[in-house]
DNA sequence: ATCAATTCCCGTAGGGTATACGAGAATTCA
DNA sequence: TGAATTCTCGTATACCCTACGGGAATTGAT
């Protein structure tokens, strides 16, 4: 992957991208309107193509040729809906992540607040399920999008009544979708290893015996080898996944 | 980045590599030694270039060709060093992730299970700061090399000793991981943006100035809103670091 | 000394990527 | 009808990784 280099350029013109389909700034009145060639897509038209064929045949299938064939149009083209291949990933990250359902402000919502995370969990794991790619693109600091405000604003909202000081409650909604997020995307990309390689987690580990039989050292790894004979490798990614999360939330309860 | 496609071809040529520095498979009694043109570089002399030329010029100059053009040798020579750019790259990874000085088995450490955590915190995020690149390449699955099972080892030593389960051990090592390695992956993909753009973070977020006056709608984002107003969002990334993984640390603790 | 075997070196070529440029097509308004 | 505007997209450039195969260097055996 390229730099990626949010910032640069004309970050007016990705903010407006962005929230495109949310309040408008005013529109110049310099320019003449109604003028010129009708557009024959949409910005949504390609992010979603984008995310469809990324979703279908892999990241990689998502070039900006594959996308225009897809689409019926010359390459080009896309380049007046999206300044970049960069600018266009962005849209497409925000995108999934605006999907998610979450409740908004004043709807409803458990009164356990830490059910209330997990809806935030699940919905989270679930993008990351069905749009695998993800976990290939830099989503620890995705571009300020209408999708990554509403996640920040419902954890806020969540941790708003546990009675901890602002700055602690944005820390500590911090920490979640930071766990949560690297999680989730740790899952997606094993489950893309398996659909390239064709067979599961565990049986590449146990197929992998050179490691363990001439590479691996017991006298270096004593900590390791005790959780070995102790059958402490047991555990499912999901029960893995549930643990670290109630801990963090534990620890965060006051 | 094209997908990551670790467990195709030879595993055990990736391994070999991997573990090159240590055991080795017992020679194939077949073929003949000693023949054949001598190699006038090492595989580490293409794994140091590569991690030199990423820290200083970005992961982007760390291509086949750069990197030939560094060593002073046409671009295929790599190849009979390394089987893909793809492989290079998990050599690379492990290559700063052994770099880490973490107390091996046996050797002296601190008393408190804390401090022996903040160890395992502090070396990888000066790992992160002086790699910048790292948050770049997917490091949440790495290669099973040297440097990886160190670090696993450590932070399972730490944390054998809290009275735990084997599975509890081992589960609660895994989140500290994802948890340490994704924070310090964002924070130094934030140093690459500050580095690219020559302007800190914050300066990047006060001059976005359209962001919340035209599109920031405070209806729809009222949590966010009581936490600016009450200055919830002072605190620098250091802090916020330590508080989550505080937060884990206390939901950990038995 | 010669030769075969082996190993490394690397130029060329092919197929992939993103995108700058500019000419042409379509549309609207004056 | 003509000017202004906007979208379309073919061509060309500049990268990228890497398959292939011939040549160079080195060794041990003859």
Redesign the interface.
């Known amino acids: 992957?390229?730099?990626?280099?949010?910032?640069?350029g004309q970050?007016?013109r990705t903010?407006a991208l962005l929230?495109r389909n949310?309040?408008?700034?005013p529109a110049d009145p310099q320019r003449k309107r109604g003028a010129g060639r009708r557009p024959s897509l949409t910005v949504d038209d390609v992010v979603q193509a984008g995310i469809r064929l990324a979703d279908e045949q892999?990241?990689?299938a998502a070039s900006m040729g594959g996308l225009a064939k897809e689409l019926g149009v010359g390459t080009m083209t896309l380049y007046t809906y999206v300044p970049s291949k960069e600018e266009l990933l962005d849209l497409m990250v925000d995108q999934v992540l605006v999907e998610r359902r979450l409740p908004?402000?004043g709807e409803p919502r458990p009164a356990d607040w830490r059910e209330q995370v997990e809806i935030y969990s699940v919905q989270t794991r679930e993008m990351f399920q069905q749009h695998l790619w993800l976990?290939?693109v830099?989503t620890?600091?995705p571009p300020?999008g209408p999708g990554m405000?509403?996640g920040?604003?419902?954890l806020?909202?969540v941790l708003?009544d546990l009675g901890l000081?602002?700055?602690?409650?944005?820390?500590?909604a911090?920490?979640i979708t930071?766990?949560v997020?690297?999680?989730a995307?740790?899952e997606a990309?094993?489950l893309?290893?398996e659909r390239?390689?064709g067979?599961t987690n565990n049986a590449?580990w146990s197929e992998?015996n050179?490691?363990w039989e001439?590479?691996?050292?017991v006298?270096?790894?004593?900590?390791?080898t005790?959780?070995w004979h102790?059958?402490?490798?047991?555990?499912t990614p999901d029960?893995?996944y549930h643990?670290?999360l109630?801990?963090?939330?534990?620890?965060?309860q006051p």
């Open positions: 992957m390229s730099e990626r280099r949010s910032g640069e970050p007016d903010l929230w949310h309040r408008q700034p892999g990241l990689a908004g402000p976990s290939q830099s620890i600091r300020v405000l509403a920040r604003e419902y806020l909202s708003l000081t602002p700055t602690e409650t944005n820390t500590a911090l920490a930071t766990y997020d690297s999680a995307s740790l990309e094993s893309l290893v390239a390689t067979q590449w992998r050179d490691l001439t590479y691996f050292d006298d270096r790894h004593p900590a390791m005790t959780i102790a059958n402490g490798y047991q555990s029960d893995a643990y670290g109630n801990r963090l939330l534990d620890g965060i």
